[in-house]
């Protein structure tokens, strides 16, 4: 009896989906990570209908994409999760002929290191971690080191994330965020565990209120986020460490399980269109990819010290690159020792 | 007895107050005109914000009909099979329900979707609606068995024997002596399930598909970002809702 | 009798082989795999994955679990008894006190929880409120250690043991009582004496229901602990989502399994009616 009732049911709610006659893509994004008409905008032009998810990690969307029947058509992994994705047999290639917009992105960019054909993703915005301060601290951080500062005992955190907080200090040593040199990153789980008595907590974008309010007077924070959050209160500041910083390039992928490839690679081509990209950059408070958005990008916005610094700033960044398995594994088990430390 | 009434009043008065204390704080803080957990003046916008937010309101249309499906199946199904039990022991299935219980949200989850992914080869199954109510039966039963076993514990298994003397069937045996016998018990574990799965994040958003988002998924993308007072209207609205239906019923039930 | 009980138990079956013991089956085997290049599982077959888990860090991690799951279950059941007993002797009201309970659980559980972190937090309520009384000078640090954990999962579970108990007092014969009363015995003695053993089963499902998911918990302890601390539910999440290592996930968690299954049997065999 109960199994009738369900199937009933089950199949009722199935039929109330398919009245609507649209083409459908679903796109599975970052959070406040496009400005809010591309959407409407999109689905007016091609007369199609979006599901726009979105989702807070790089690892929350391949838990639900790993298995091949998730649903979506597109995702935005960043540049090194492309690696991992591919061998895992995710992706559909992309098909430059419906591509035209490619042409716009930013040279550097048009032959990223992790798809240097741009054969499977097409770069979409950048973030880069860095430090976030309210201003009643003064002398302001400048470098990493002033992560590490005592006077700051309660007041502090890191980014609750193993590849951010092991890359912060690896730059304190002067090293590569990328490393995989056994030695250098033991030297570099030393180093996150002095701070840790330090720490106030590891947080992610929520410690933005705690910042505002005072609680916290430094925090580890992505240039994105941190902008978001200057942009309601005016006592907080962003620097990016002297020794360098790690850089997060975000690119749009088709899942191999997509019915709809087409109509994603509209959506792709959508999303680089310079107006597009302008928009999306300036509602969702990033760096973009973009050099037409660029040009059309209001002064304010285009000399934004946060999100578009001067150029001796963006040669101290580093790009992220896909961690190599044996070095994940040493890393797992540094962000596992440094927790319970 | 009513001697001891009083402090016992009185403690259960301090129990529900820090209860409610979190919900009230976030009820206060919804009528706040600024965003921030500074007081700024009385003001509704955030519940027009709710309102108009489709992503909200549908994610909270989800979570309702999963819940009140998963609810009336693992109650009916959970409560069969602690009688079951309780008319004779079944060693396997006592403990494989005592696994699925002692399993980690996070391990119910992977394996679920580890299943899924499974079947998936076989039949299109897609993510959905279907599959994160399947999930949540699959884990409320074992609460609703241990709700009702408690209960029926007390039960005297005489009972039924006398109706049965008296020629009564099995089923009216079971149907018109210990049924009402536990029904509170049942009505708690009904409770419970309805509450496990409503609130349900972690195995909710391994399972869930393209147009099955909840509403605990929509309020951890939101509060992920920071404090966002449509967070508090969207809660001070469900407490207003459900607590409505429970004085409701209360009154149909004493009139 | 044996036909209307397999009736009975037939979906309870169904349910449990197919979306329980199948799945379980699923991550035993892939404990005993290796984890793929980039993630995910592959072959070989090795037990690898459990020989890692056998070494003193992941030890004290599942040893600090169980002392932050045992307060919690503790500090829940003396909580929550007194709460059951007088719902259970509520009378006519019983089921609305009982719905107030439940009521706070119909919003999220992370929005209670920012609620709990909006109140311990430094410039939160009770700390301003305690600075304006002027009962302490500095903000007391009440987020981001243990005791807010342990909060944070009380606050949580608390109805998992408060209904199970109400189940079984509810239920509790007042003549029982009664002649207690007759015989001399004054009220603490009759609750001490006659209430609690009547009431072991109700005790013994509640505490089941808050021990085992404040074992596993991992929203909580990172929301309120501030992610300093690791409990076995953050590190088996930890494996599944940003090590991508799911042989070594699922290896975890089998052992927990099967370490809180021990437990259990312990617990149960020292009496001769099982608690399922």
Not at chain 2, 154 to 162: F, H, Q
Not at chain 3, 22 to 28: A, E, G, H, R, V
Not at chain 3, 46 to 66: H, K, N, V
């Amino acid at each position: 009896m109960n199994r009738r009732v369900f199937l009933v049911g089950a199949s009722g709610l199935a039929a109330c989906s398919s009245s609507d006659r649209r083409p459908r893509l679903n796109v599975f994004n970052w959070s406040s990570y496009i400005a809010p008409d591309t959407v409407p905008k999109f689905e007016a032009e091609f007369g199609a209908r979006v599901r726009y998810g979105i989702y807070e990690s790089n690892e929350e969307m391949l838990a639900r994409v790993m298995g091949g029947n998730s649903g979506w058509d597109m995702v935005f992994p960043t540049g090194y999760i492309v690696k991992p994705m591919l061998a895992n047999g995710l992706l559909a290639p992309l098909d430059h002929a419906q591509l035209p917009n490619l042409v716009q992105l930013e040279p550097r960019f048009q032959q990223p290191d992790w798809d240097p054909e741009l054969k499977w993703s097409a770069p979409y915005m950048v973030t880069a971690a860095g430090i976030a301060y309210n201003r009643k601290l003064n002398p302001p951080p400048r470098a990493w080191a002033d992560m590490w500062d005592a006077r700051l005992r309660g007041k502090l955190t890191m980014l609750d994330d193993p590849f951010d907080t092991i890359g912060a200090a690896l730059k304190k040593l002067g090293l590569s965020v990328n490393t995989s040199d056994r030695e250098q990153l033991l030297r570099a789980e030393a180093e996150a565990i002095k701070q840790k008595p330090l720490l106030r907590a590891y947080l992610n974008a929520e410690v933005r209120d705690q910042l505002i309010s005072g609680d916290v007077l430094a925090a580890h924070m992505w240039n994105t986020t941190a902008q978001q959050a200057m942009d309601s209160s005016p006592q907080l500041g962003f620097v990016y460490p002297a020794e360098g910083y790690a850089v997060y390039p975000d690119c749009s992928v088709i899942l191999r399980e997509s019915k709809r490839p087409e109509l994603a690679h509209k959506f792709i081509n959508f999303l680089l269109r310079p107006d597009i990209a302008a928009a999306n950059a300036l509602a969702a408070r990033t760096t973009t990819t973009n050099s037409g958005a660029r040009k059309i990008f209001p002064p304010e916005f285009r000399d934004n010290p946060t999100l578009y610094p001067a150029e001796e700033i963006i040669a101290r960044g580093e790009w992220a690159k896909t961690v190599d398995p044996d070095s994940q594994r040493l890393r797992d088990r540094m962000w596992t020792e440094i927790k319970s430390a | 007895m009513k001697r001891s009434g009083r402090p016992l009043a009185i403690y259960a008065l301090a129990a529900y107050l820090f209860l409610h204390l979190p919900l009230l704080i976030l009820a206060a803080f919804s009528f706040n005109e600024s965003r921030f957990t500074v007081w700024q003046g009385f003001s509704f916008r955030w519940y027009t914000a709710a309102w108009h937010d489709s992503q909200l309101m549908e994610a909270t249309g989800n979570s309702l009909i999963i819940a009140v499906f998963a609810t009336v199946l693992s109650t009916i199904i959970g409560t069969l099979c602690a009688y079951g039990l309780w008319k004779r022991r079944s060693p396997v299935l006592s403990g494989s329900l005592y696994l699925s219980l002692v399993t980690p949200e996070i391990v119910t989850g992977v394996s679920l979707l580890a299943f899924y992914q499974w079947i998936f080869r076989f039949l299109q199954v897609q993510l959905g609606m279907h599959t994160v109510i399947l999930a949540h039966v699959s884990f409320s039963i074992a609460y609703v068995v241990i709700v009702v076993m408690a209960r029926l514990r007390t039960v005297d298994g005489s009972l039924e024997e006398a109706a049965l003397d008296l020629g009564a069937n099995e089923w009216q045996a079971f149907r018109y002596v210990t049924l009402p016998a536990v029904l509170p018990a049942v009505v708690a574990a009904a409770l419970l399930a309805f509450t496990v799965s409503f609130d349900d994040y972690v195995i909710t958003s391994m399972v869930a598909g393209v147009d099955s988002e909840t509403l605990p998924m929509v309020i951890y993308a939101i509060a992920r970002r920071g404090v966002n007072p449509v967070v508090n209207a969207i809660s001070a609205l469900l407490v207003l809702g459900f607590g409505s239906l429970i004085l409701i019923s209360e009154r149909l039930r004493t009139t | 009798m044996n036909r209307l009980r397999a009736w009975f138990l037939a979906p309870s079956w169904a349910v449990i082989l197919l979306l329980f013991l199948f799945p379980m089956l699923i991550i035993l085997a892939y404990s005993l795999l290796t984890r793929g290049t980039y993630g995910g599982i592959s072959l070989p077959w090795s037990l690898e994955s459990y020989q890692r888990f056998a070494d003193p860090i992941y030890l004290g991690i599942l040893w600090r679990s169980f002392w932050i799951a045992g307060a919690s279950t503790v500090i829940s059941l003396l909580l929550g008894f007194p709460l059951a007993l007088f719902i259970s002797r509520a009378g006519k009201r019983k089921n609305l006190y009982l719905s107030l309970v439940i009521l706070p659980f119909w919003t999220s559980f992370l929005v209670r929880t920012y609620a709990w972190m909006f109140l311990l937090r430094d410039t939160g309520l009770i700390n301003s409120t305690l600075q304006k009384l002027g009962i302490i000078h500095d903000p007391l640090p009440l987020l981001y250690n243990d005791g807010a954990v342990i909060l944070g999962l009380v606050y949580g579970y608390l109805p998992f043991m408060v209904l199970p108990l109400f189940g079984t007092l509810e239920r509790l014969d007042r003549n029982l009582l009664e002649a207690a009363a007759d015989l001399g015995a004054r009220p603490w003695a009759t609750l001490l004496r006659v209430v609690l053993p009547l009431s072991a089963p109700g005790i013994r499902a509640g505490v089941i229901l808050v021990f085992i998911p404040c074992l596993g918990a991992y929203l909580t302890p990172d929301l309120l602990g501030g992610g300093k601390s690791v409990m076995i539910g953050n590190l088996i999440q930890n494996q599944f989502t940003t090590a991508r290592d799911w042989p070594f996930g699922s290896a975890i968690s089998l052992a927990l399994m099967a370490v809180v299954m021990l437990l259990l049997i312990a617990f149960v065999r020292r009496d001769e009616e099982g608690l399922l």
